[in-house]
């Protein structure tokens, strides 16, 4: 499934969002590199 | 098709300033772990002040670094170790440090729990003595074991286990694991590389390649176990793991040593990978933003040798330390590649230069004359 | 773990008054800012100047519903509030 634009599907009642991540990325950062 | 350059993509062109920073406080360390990447034991005559010191943090503060990574040899054993830590949590720079433990006493676990922004990490390298103090020493499983149950009593919280995976710990994941879980402890593991005093036990530490699969197995069945984004080489078995999986050296992080020295990462203390000096005009800041060194790795790399592998945009070429210190070219496979290029790439070598750094910090080896 | 693409996120109360929790750090980037909480150790990358203004000035508003409709054009409102609860299911917003 191909996103063209930053659209999120929200259904009608708005319980769940859909999140594409053109706006928000979250990443797992540890240290980078290993020792410390 | 998204225009948008994913993180990954930003990270690989550098940062305005590091995200993070590893800092190792001096090269002073009262054990002589075998493996150890900075070749710490004796302190360098050059090592930078308290004054000194106290002014990296302040430019941590300026480009706002969220955190550092403070290790060593043993940072502990410096006589400003608590001094500069109250410096640096006091204006918000969190602190992480790595320790063998041996100076954690139940006051200061006091004393350490009670301090935000703090964070502290153990080092082990087996889940019994026996493994452990193989390649630590004697006596220095206990110590660990010891400075555990310190910050266990003392209600730290969420400590972390640091294991470097050898041939000899691989087997024992799932103790490390219990160990962890006894002490509320989170556990890490992360990549050996052939650096500092490293490269003399390579050859008998690095895990088998039939280890690295039942590595990445492990890891991908334990998201939650931390790994410093050292083994994204292991990526071309399947998933990626979790992690930013590429080397952040020079674009995202860096290394400070205790003589003010700015590496690419700890795993490079070599001229090679040498930026610049703290003491220099402009300090880090400068070292970081303008370093011919920074600049080259920000610069798109090329894949070289391993441009025809499908697996090449996963595990990126693996490590770059790992290759500088087996003699491999650093645009080809990592000696551990885990479709054995680099096990080839090796052996196709006609001639193997190993590259030392010009610094060495062991103690020497006293050997006893007496007879056996 | 993000999974690539879209992922679904527990329901976000827009109509509550958001704010940047004081546990985290917001540093400009060229493309916008990187948040990092210090206490769950999360690092999260704002893509958007526009996004990064709205979290900064979310406390100002009653809700984060009217932040967006004040600050936010209307073919994109959509993305921003969900924009905003993947944030706080990072704990980098929190209920003021």
């Known amino acids: 499934m191909d996103n063209e634009t930053a659209v999120a599907a929200v259904n009608t009642d708005a319980e769940e969002l859909e999140v594409d991540d053109l706006l928000v990325e979250e990443v797992s950062i540890d240290g980078m590199c290993g020792v410390y | 098709m998204s225009p948008e350059p994913s993180l990954r993509d930003r990270f690989k062109l550098g940062l305005d300033a590091p995200i993070c920073l590893t800092w190792e406080l001096t090269y002073a360390c009262n054990l002589a772990c075998v493996h150890c990447l900075s070749s710490s034991g004796r302190r360098d005559p050059r090592e930078l002040s308290t004054d000194e010191a106290k002014r990296i943090i302040d430019e941590m503060v300026e480009m706002q670094i969220f955190y550092v990574n403070i290790g060593g040899g043993e940072p502990m054993v410096r006589t400003d170790f608590f001094e500069l830590l109250e410096y640096a949590t006091k204006k918000n720079v969190g602190v992480k440090f790595s320790t063998n433990g041996t100076r954690i006493t139940a006051d200061n676990a006091t004393y350490l729990a009670g301090l935000g922004y703090l964070d502290i990490q153990i080092s082990l390298d087996g889940a019994d003595a026996a493994t452990n103090d193989h390649v630590r020493g004697e006596g220095s499983f206990a110590s660990a074991i010891a400075a555990m149950e310190h910050l266990k009593a003392a209600n730290f919280g969420e400590f972390k286990i640091s294991v470097v995976v050898t041939r000899h710990n691989a087997p024992q994941l799932d103790a490390f694991q219990a160990l962890a879980d006894h002490y509320g402890a989170q556990l890490r593991l992360t990549r050996l590389r052939p650096s500092g005093r490293g490269v003399d036990v390579w050859d008998e530490l690095h895990p088998t390649a039939g280890q690295q699969r039942e590595l990445y197995d492990w890891l991908v069945s334990h998201p939650q176990t931390l790994t410093g984004d050292s083994f994204f080489h292991l990526n071309a078995l399947g998933d990626p793991i979790d992690g930013l999986n590429l080397c952040g050296a020079g674009r995202v992080v860096c290394l400070i040593d205790p003589i003010g020295d700015v590496y690419a990462c700890p795993f490079v203390i070599h001229d090679e990978f040498l930026a610049g000096n703290v003491r220099s005009e402009g300090g880090f800041a400068r070292v970081w933003r303008e370093s011919d060194l920074f600049k080259e790795l920000r610069e798109p790399g090329s894949a070289g040798a391993c441009t025809s592998c499908g697996s090449y945009d996963a595990c990126q070429g693996g490590c770059m330390a790992a290759k500088f210190f087996t003699g491999l070219p650093l645009d080809g496979p990592d000696p551990e590649c885990v479709l054995g290029h680099g096990e080839a790439a090796l052996l196709a070598q006609k001639v193997t230069i190993i590259p030392r750094p010009l610094g060495d910090h062991s103690k020497p080896v006293r050997v006893s004359v007496s007879s056996r | ?96």
């Open chain 3, 1 to 96: 773990m993000q999974p690539q693409g879209s992922q679904t996120l527990p329901h976000f109360d827009a109509s509550l008054n958001w704010k940047l929790s004081p546990d985290v750090a917001i540093r400009p980037e060229q493309f916008g800012a990187l948040a990092y909480h210090y206490g769950n150790r999360r690092l999260v990358f704002l893509k958007s100047k526009d996004l990064v203004q709205l979290v900064h000035d979310l406390a100002d508003f009653d809700s984060a519903d009217a932040a967006i409709a004040a600050t936010i054009a209307p073919p994109q409102q959509q993305s921003y509030v969900a924009a905003l609860a993947r944030l706080a299911q990072s704990e980098v917003l929190v209920v003021s």
